[in-house]
């Protein structure tokens, strides 16, 4: 049916957006990787991250925001 053709079209996209960010989030640099990884995956604080990671907390939102607008242009093609 149309319905169950909709709900596979739409698993296949979800399959494709998630193999996507792995690709990008492999191209990126250890440590913006690391502080991604801390944050959304493993949902730490800015404050926490600084600590395991040595950093300002500052330093740690900052570098976070340039990990994010990174991957952003990679998954927007405009980066290899």
Not at 13 to 37: G, H, I, S, W
Not at 56 to 73: F, M
Request: a positive charge; one cysteine or more.
């Amino acid at each position: 049916s149309s319905a169950a053709s909709d709900v596979y079209k739409r698993q296949a996209d979800a399959a494709v957006q998630r193999t996507n960010l792995a690709k990008a989030m492999a191209t990126l640099p250890t440590r913006y990787r690391e502080l991604l990884f801390l944050k959304y995956d493993n949902g730490y604080s800015e404050r926490e991250i600084a600590v395991m990671c040595s950093m300002t907390e500052a330093n740690v939102k900052k570098t976070v925001q340039r990990a994010k607008k990174k991957l952003e242009s990679i998954l927007n093609g405009q980066e290899a």
